[in-house]
């Protein structure tokens, strides 16, 4: 890891406090860092404390190679591992000695499957002695498929550790010594981290059920949770079987969150029939379900990681409180967000005591910094950047823009200026977010930071059916694709140019996944405001989106109504596909796609590209070979990047 030399960490009487020490000055688009300081994955993806928090171990770019590296206390390595190959998804610590590494791949499937793709995922314990075997999870049982289909949990048990995944169970073929497919539903399997040997704990849901589970501090089934795929109706049973809450949710909204304090309790949530999510708590013995934590809003949940029990919360707002069974943790997480507190931060990893945490920051003048946090020795070490190449003066400014749509709903989004810039009649890029049940906030992203740093503003619109606000607000985007979701983000633009901060008449509009949908019907359901779109992993049909989704659920009644309650009437989707009006096209198309994209498939930008050819309208498409809809690998990462600012530089020069 390199050595920082942007920020230093001081221990006071009082707890920890952060100082930094750059002065950063004015930045010109001469000396902006190259497009691939933006591009590339961070030298520094993720990182994990141990246990007892002594040992660390971080997912690094070591020299354009990305290793999964572990340190002890003293910050010297113990085990480094290549993992340039894989598409890592998460990794966690297996007691103090092992590392359980998680990574995906994608995989054609037969003409007998629900859909054509599916991003399969694997889990491989690591031993940090070199001289131990490694192993794939499922990988000696030719009865299951070596894939995992979920993870639930890793337990201590007799000194033993165990961890708990979903597994397909396969069945034996008409011929000697093969297995078959039969269904997909998983079994709940514990498997040894050390010898990988398994032991089913809890069968599959039966036909048309889907199951999910808890595990307890003893590795035992606390509670199981079981929907019906077409009706709705769903139980929670304790390890008695005993049902202890029910109800229906004919969207299919509802589930399991986790134990309460001390795992005398299941916390789960359900969706009413207003739409509204609430949360509830029941005790596994069995009693009434009480709302859970009523009138508080929650900004995340705390569970212990190796009993699974609930350890605390921290509230919402502008000085959010952390609340903890625990006053002593309660205390570390309070001087931990104090000393961060002029940082987007967040707490990424902590041992099991609280004793020591892992920061990620990132905010005005700061592209991402990691810090390891030793609370009981009030201090702190910054350990990585993620983008060294991007030096403080390099970070557009960026803040909250505070506007209300044309029906007077009220909204805001992330403007971000282009360093060293007056925010005085700018060009701009809209860059709406995927989801669309999501939301940007105040935070260094890569995306927006490298069109900044070519000169432009960019604003990231939380139209309508955003995460940031209350359920009402996520509710009003129900139905209005390419209507108010689409025209909230066009009054952002008119907003900004109200106030004089952009030119109106060099605006491109840009984004991925539901973002890309946003870009394509920008030229197409809009006209007029845009001199260029890029739309990447676009959806540009809605009604083949409902059929795909609706195929890989398995044709379920609950996908259906949840699908049709957030898309609208059906027969108002095609009113709303850009692909079904690329006659209307008023501005060149840049489409760039993944050809492994498992959630929008490949499919949508061909068909896209077909009826702009077929209407002779202006249009590249670019086919990322080998990259799924996350933009996993760098490589990929970067063609994206560089052909999106390429193309908006040629069509909306920012000088």
Known sequence: ??????????????????????????????????????????????????????????????????????????????????????????????????????????????????????????????????????????????????????????????????????????????????????????????????????????????????????????????ATYDIHRENGRWDIRNGNRQIIAEGQSVSGRSGLIGLGYGGQSVIYYNVDENNRSRRFEVPLSGGEPEEFLPGIDIDRLYFDAQTGHLSGYLEEGADPRPVFEDPDKAQAVRMVREAFADFSMSMMDWSDDLSHVVVRTSGQFDSGTWFTVDVGNLSAEAIAYERPDIEPQHVGPFSTFDYTASDGLEMDGVLTLPPGREANNLPVIMLPHGGPHSFDSERFDWWAQAFASRGYAVFQPNFRGSTNRDGAFRRAGYGEWGRKMQTDISDGLAALAEAGIVDPDRACIVGASYGGYAALAGVTLQQGLYRCSVAVAPVSDIRRMYREDYRASGETRITRTALREQLGDPDTWDAVSPERFAERADAPILLIHGRDDTVVPYIHSVKMADALDDEDKPHELITLDGEDHWLSLSETRQIMLNSAVAFVQEHNPAD
């Open 1 to 222: 890891m390199k050595i920082l030399r942007k920020a230093m960490v001081v221990a006071t009487t009082i707890g920890l406090a952060f100082y930094s020490t750059v002065q950063p000055i004015a930045a010109s688009a001469n000396d902006a860092p190259a497009l691939s300081a933006y591009g590339e994955l961070p030298e520094i993806e993720d990182a994990a404390l141990s246990p007892s928090g002594k040992r660390l171990a971080a997912l690094l770019s070591v020299r354009g190679t990305r290793v999964l590296v572990a340190f002890d206390e003293n910050n010297a390595i113990i085990s480094r591992t290549n993992v340039d190959a894989y598409k890592v998804r998460r990794f966690d610590w297996v007691g103090e000695d092992r590392l359980l590494l998680t990574y995906s791949t994608t995989e054609d499937l037969g003409a007998n499957f629900t859909t054509d793709k599916h991003e399969f995922s694997f889990a491989v314990t690591i031993p940090i002695n070199v001289a131990e075997q490694g192993n794939v999870v499922f990988s000696n049982r030719r009865t299951l498929v070596n894939s995992i289909f979920g993870n639930y949990g890793i337990r201590q048990i007799g000194g033993r550790w165990y961890g708990f995944f979903g597994a397909i169970e396969l069945a034996r073929g008409i011929r000697a010594g093969e297995y078959e497919f039969r269904h997909g539903r998983p079994y709940l399997y514990r498997v040894d981290m050390v010898d990988n040997s398994t032991e089913r704990v809890a069968t599959a849901a039966s036909d048309n059920h889907d199951n999910d589970w808890l595990i307890d501090a003893n590795g035992d089934v606390a």
